[in-house]
């Protein structure tokens, strides 16, 4: 979920020491950074992206069409169209979910920009967004749920903050490879349902269970949500600024460093505090917080 922090940590120093993370990987059943879950497959073709960004190293590049043509092969659905959450055969790949979906929708786009010479990229990313904008997963409210239940309607389940985010920075992706402005004003239209429904009344950033102070604390993967939510509206907001947005990550990178911080500068999952003790998701996660409001404070 970390995107480029783990594709630059593993494998910019040199081809030879991303060679060997690819080994110690598969060892643990992500040999060539696929494995059983479309969605995690989604998260490293995101990674490696960056990484093609931060290096122009093609190689990385390469590396996310590989991930991005395995993800393909979960599009037999049976709500015409999207992709399943897991492969076939495995418990629970019927589910056709939000965040696999989205970040097919993102990986499609952002190779859209960059491999512009390969127009299928910019063809599946129109229709997927097409497909998920009439799926049903976007709510009442303008959040998107969790998924879709057996009859392919909005399953009602937990409107996690990081399903509110990736769908941001995958309409940023689109809104620039086709210069057509109104997939931003739908990237606005969610991120200020987010803010408006997903935030206490101090307008900081929460799940909308409150898990980040319940037993469990939101778990390993949960605990990185918030962030991944404001690093996409910090990417919708270099695009296409609104002084909402950067009040909203300015006042919560303060509330975390105020409310949320160990003695020894560890950041915990509550934003809104108390401080709740770190776990690297919960630190990484507030980062990406603090990283995007001095991103914001130059525009």
């Not at 480029?4 to 020491?17: E, K, N, P, Q, T």
């Not at 979906?101 to 127009?119: G, H």
């Not at 879709?148 to 309409?171: D, F, H, P, S």
């Amino acid at each position: 979920m970390t995107n480029g922090l783990v594709a630059s940590s593993y494998c910019i120093d040199s081809s030879s020491g991303c060679m060997m993370k690819r080994g110690f990987l598969g060892k643990r059943g992500f040999d060539d950074f696929l494995n059983e879950f479309y969605d995690d497959e989604g998260w490293w073709a995101l990674a490696w992206i960056r990484a093609s960004d931060a290096t122009g190293n093609e190689q990385y590049l390469e590396a996310a069409i590989d991930i991005f043509n395995d993800m393909q092969t979960g599009t037999n659905t049976p709500c015409g169209g999207g992709i399943r959450w897991k492969k076939e055969g495995e418990d629970g790949s019927g589910y056709v979910n939000a965040i696999a979906n989205e970040l097919y929708l993102a990986t499609a786009a952002s190779l859209a920009r960059r491999v512009s010479k390969n127009s299928t990229y910019l063809d599946i990313a129109k229709k997927q967004w097409n497909w998920f904008s009439d799926s049903g997963m976007i709510n009442e409210k303008g959040l998107i749920n969790d998924g879709l239940n057996g009859e392919c309607k909005n399953n009602g389940l937990q409107t996690w903050t990081y399903n509110q985010g990736v769908i941001l920075g995958a309409l940023v992706e689109l809104s620039l490879a086709t210069g057509d402005d109104a997939y931003t004003d739908k990237a606005h239209k969610i991120a200020y349902a987010a803010i408006k429904e997903l935030t206490n009344k101090d307008g900081i950033l929460i799940e909308s269970d409150g898990c980040e102070t319940k037993e469990g604390h939101c778990g390993t993967d949960g605990q990185q949500f918030k962030g991944i939510f404001v690093r996409n509206l910090r990417y919708l907001h270099t695009v296409s600024p609104k002084p909402l947005y950067r009040r909203f990550i300015t006042k919560n990178a303060i509330s975390i460093w105020k409310k949320s911080r160990s003695k020894d500068n560890k950041l915990g999952v509550s934003w809104a505090g108390p401080y709740i003790d770190a776990t690297g998701p919960s630190h990484s996660s507030a980062l990406d917080a603090i990283v995007a409001a001095i991103a914001v404070s130059n525009l």
